[in-house]
């Protein structure tokens, strides 16, 4: 930097830029998603749940092909079977449950922005810290503490569906509630390192600029 000036990790900009202006040009312009520096940890959790997440998006094929055999078979055929109208809510809930965590890794979930967008990387990498500690990760740890026993009184009862001709072996589906409980929480832990790399410049941040200068340069081979 000129004069010995260092940009804050916080801005995500590499360090490899000398411009002061055009710093605060991409800083400007770029979603505090986009600017908030990654470290080892965010960057192996989201490798793992990007490949995951390309696995799991095959489960919506799978529902459509549901829907429409099971369509196909009530309305033109006349025959329904219970067991395709719990199949179809089983892949929806399995697919929502194992995509949270690259929904959280990715943000793509759903936020408040009209104060929100208003708010400094600073600031609003503060608001996450807090609602990471104390909101996020006591939730999911709570949910996956009645999750378990949940699952497990499933498979020792054998349970099964209450509908007749309805589908076997319900702990299967109640056992993607802690797997993706589990999921949401290496999310949740990563985006912590990540928040935690902005507010306290840990050695171990990377800036978003030189994570995104590698993507690109990975998918341009």
Not at 182 to 195: C, D, I, N
């Amino acid at each position: 930097m000129p004069n010995g000036r260092r940009e804050p990790i916080c801005r995500g900009v590499s360090p490899t830029v000398t411009e002061p202006s055009v710093i605060d040009a991409v800083s400007e312009i770029l979603p505090h998603e986009e600017r908030l520096p990654h470290t080892r940890t965010s960057l192996a959790v989201r490798r793992w749940l990007g490949a995951l997440k390309r696995a799991v998006s095959w489960l919506w094929v799978a529902l459509i092909a549901v829907v429409v055999v099971n369509v196909a078979l009530r309305y033109l055929f006349g025959d329904g079977h219970v067991e395709f109208e719990e199949l179809q809510w089983h892949l929806y809930a399995v697919g929502f449950l194992l995509g949270l965590g690259a929904c959280l890794d990715s943000d793509d979930h759903v936020r408040v922005d009209v104060l929100r967008a208003r708010f400094s990387l600073r600031t609003e990498a503060w608001i996450e810290f807090y609602g990471l500690l104390l909101l996020f990760l006591p939730f999911v740890v709570l949910v996956l503490w009645f999750a378990i026993p949940f699952v497990a009184y499933a498979y020792q009862s054998g349970e099964v569906s209450d509908a007749p001709g309805g589908l076997p072996y319900r702990w299967v589906i109640k056992a993607a509630i802690p797997v993706g409980m589990l999921l949401l929480l290496m999310a949740g832990w990563a985006r912590l390192s990540r928040v935690w790399a902005c507010l306290f410049r840990s050695p171990d941040a990377i800036p978003a600029a030189d994570v995104r200068s590698a993507e690109a340069a990975n998918d341009a081979r």
